[in-house]
């Protein structure tokens, strides 16, 4: 079982809906969930950190966590073509500084 | 700002060449990173450094070597390049329980 796994996509949505991406994980003990943003031919980069139960919200992106269902996910209201990107979900555990990354989710967003 | 950067954006080399990627972070991060990023397949953990001198191999370390003399660069070497490293190489610094910031990557490519 691979420790995270996200759903590859290519997810497509239009312009101005909500786009829903999605991450679970496999150790139970998982303390801290990033996702990263990552532009075709760039490097990652962070989007959002959450480490309770709940919901965080920043601009137009929300991070959704559920520990019990081990279950990770990224919100974006208003998609703009401008969030036409690759989304990875990465998992910290509760202990040693290594991340765990999912394969990522391609996203569209249509004009 | 978290800075990270890398010696080169591209780089393209021939089979048996010794290769020296660098990756430099001015944040007193502890925590240094390299990956490797294929189409399909993600991002693969190859070395990580969690102080000077001190290195842990990841998941994919064969046919690569670390040095890190001084807290803020990380040296990822390829004894002897084969064309199956072509590649874009990422690398990533963290302090101690952090998020990880990555520099711009260097795409690889062995002849």
């Known amino acids: 079982q691979k420790e995270v796994e996200q759903n590859s996509g290519p997810l497509s949505v239009p312009e101005g809906a909500i786009a829903s991406l999605n991450c679970t994980y496999s150790d139970r003990g998982s303390q801290s969930f990033f996702w990263y943003r990552q532009y075709s031919g760039k490097s990652p980069e962070l989007i959002m950190s959450?480490?309770?139960?709940g919901d965080k919200e920043d601009g137009r992106f929300t991070a959704q966590l559920n520990k019990a269902s081990q279950y990770v996910s990224l919100l974006i209201r208003d998609s703009q073509p401008s969030d036409s990107a690759t989304y990875l979900c990465?998992?910290?555990?509760?202990?040693?500084?290594?991340?765990?990354f999912g394969t990522g989710t391609s996203l569209t967003v249509i004009p | 700002d978290v800075k990270v950067t890398q010696s080169s954006r591209y780089l393209v080399k021939r089979t048996g060449e010794k290769v020296f990627l660098e990756c430099v972070q001015d944040m007193d991060h502890e925590n240094m990173f390299w990956y490797r990023q294929d189409p399909g397949l993600g991002l693969r953990l190859i070395y990580f450094?969690?102080?000077?001198?001190?290195?842990e191999k990841g998941d994919i370390p064969e046919g690569y070597s670390v040095s890190r003399e001084k807290k803020e660069r990380f040296s990822l070497i390829l004894e002897s390049a084969s064309t199956n490293q072509t590649s874009m190489y990422l690398c990533a610094s963290s302090t101690n329980g952090g998020t990880q910031y990555f520099g711009p990557g260097t795409r690889l490519t062995v002849l």
């Open positions: 990465a998992v910290k555990r509760n202990t040693g500084n290594q991340f765990y």
């Open positions: 450094s969690y102080d000077v001198k001190m290195k």
């Open positions: 959450i480490y309770s139960n």
